[in-house]
């Protein structure tokens, strides 16, 4: 039985890296539903937002229309919240290509997105800029015109609000420019300046922060394939001091782009591979994937060079609940399956097929001496467009003790939401939950909304 009648071919790729990772429990590349670039995480009221580009399935050059946002709490579930911007928001961009890497930043209980977009008429990017009341969206063009007008460098921007207020935006490609925002932070004052002290091997890609008492700009790094520098400097604007490689460049990617976090006490750099794409296919196409590493900073705040993004990912921070509403595109690995987003704005899993499966991490269904009763019952809301199939709920892996078995049945339709509920063997303890999608019998078209043990 197959819950969709063809998967996407992309879907392939999943399929076979699943099975390579499933040997060493690995959690890179973080996102796996959709091909994701240029991470620009944000840390906002002890959640990370992780801000991305988007290459599309079929992409063999840049093909980017849309930016997504994925959030976690934990470091390794993240959930999938869709499309927060895109081409369309700026009505004035060329709509066709070139939604490349953003960056967003709070001040003032709203959120402001920046982006290099193209403009009709002009073979130069702009950078624009989007504004929106929460971290989630919906972001809404800001200006109706470019932030930064037409030049050659314009591309991946960066933004940072220094401890007295002073907003600066860096951005460039082979060169470096910054300049400082205003208030607003949709208008700026002063000449636009190139920096003269440009790091050691700088590309593109300049990522802003401030940590330990200093500035840093850490970017992509030698050309190509490109590695993650970084240099240090005692002023906002420089002058800039190269201290290094943050991660040394490898053959296995051609580009990269950091985006760096301190969250729960540790700090973490994020970047992309291409190893999703490399699954697929033996040859290069800009099809990226998001990666992590956590990193620790000497006492004179250099920090030691890491290694190449390798499949181990990060620990996880904290635990995840089972026992609130989790959304089903709460996701620390799967194989076999996507995500999509209605007109509502809703996100969901889909083209589900048998065999696939979603790994939640860390899923903490507590102990008796807690005083909390072991759940009875498991909830899911689902769409299928006819009966049959079954959800398998296994614990710590694919093999493993097997708690329940929820039958789905017909809904009438691919949104036609209905919840549905089965007994449980009763649990207690942290366990990865795997949630095994089984189809044998009959065709149905299954689309999977959201799930909760009570």
């Not at 001040?107 to 290099?116: D, M, N, S, T």
């Not at 301190?262 to 998001?290: C, I, M, W």
């Not at 009763?426 to 959201?450: K, M, R």
Request: hydrophobic residues 40%; charged residues 15%.
């Amino acid at each position: 039985m197959r819950f969709f009648n063809r998967w996407l071919p992309v879907t392939a790729a999943f399929v076979v890296l699943a099975a390579i990772m499933a040997v060493c429990r690995a959690q890179n590349p973080i996102i796996q539903t959709n091909f994701t670039a240029d991470p620009a995480p944000m840390v906002y009221n002890g959640t990370v937002y992780l801000y991305t580009s988007h290459d599309q399935d079929d992409a063999s050059q840049f093909k980017m229309v849309d930016w997504k946002l994925y959030t976690s709490t934990d470091m390794a579930n993240w959930t999938d919240h869709g499309t927060v911007a895109s081409l369309a928001t700026f009505a004035w961009a060329v709509q066709t290509n070139d939604a490349w890497a953003p960056q967003v930043v709070e001040r003032g209980g709203k959120f402001y997105l920046y982006a290099p977009i193209s403009v009709a008429g002009s073979p130069k990017n702009v950078i624009a800029v989007a504004v929106a009341d929460s971290p989630l969206g919906p972001f809404k063009d800001a200006l109706g015109h470019a932030l930064i007008s037409p030049a050659s460098d314009n591309i991946d921007p960066t933004v940072f609000v220094d401890d007295d207020g002073q907003a600066y935006l860096y951005w460039g490609n082979p060169h470096l420019w910054y300049v400082k925002l205003n208030q607003d932070m949709i208008s700026y004052a002063g000449a636009i300046t190139k920096v003269d002290s440009k790091p050691d091997n700088y590309q593109e890609g300049p990522w802003f922060y401030k940590g330990q008492g200093r500035y840093y700009m850490a970017y992509a790094s030698h050309c190509c394939p490109e590695g993650v520098g970084y240099a240090m400097s005692a002023n906002a604007t420089g002058p800039w001091e190269y201290k290094g490689m943050l991660m040394e460049p490898d053959k296995r990617s051609s580009g990269n782009h950091p985006g760096i976090i301190d969250f729960k006490g540790s700090s973490y750099v994020f970047g992309f591979n291409y190893q999703l794409n490399f699954a697929l296919t033996s040859e290069h196409r800009e099809r990226r994937s998001v990666c992590v590493r956590k990193f620790t900073y000497n006492s004179d705040g250099t920090i030691t060079t890491l290694p190449w993004w390798d499949e181990s990912g990060v620990t996880q921070v904290g635990t995840l609940d089972p026992y609130l509403m989790n959304e089903a595109e709460t996701i620390a690995w799967e194989s076999g399956v996507k995500t999509a987003q209605d007109s509502h704005g809703n996100v969901y899993v889909t083209q589900i097929n048998n065999g696939s499966y979603i790994k939640v991490r860390g899923a903490n269904f507590g102990t008796k001496k807690l005083g909390k009763k072991p759940s009875q019952h498991f909830t899911a809301r689902l769409a299928a467009l006819g009966g049959g199939g079954s959800i398998h709920l296994r614990l710590d892996s694919m093999g493993g003790r097997e708690i329940a078995v929820l039958p789905v049945v017909a809904t009438g339709g691919p949104l036609d939401w209905k919840s549905m509920t089965t007994s449980i063997v009763p649990t207690e303890g942290v366990h990865d939950l795997y949630l095994v999608f089984d189809g044998s019998g009959a065709e149905a078209q299954l689309n999977f909304d959201s799930w909760k043990f009570e």
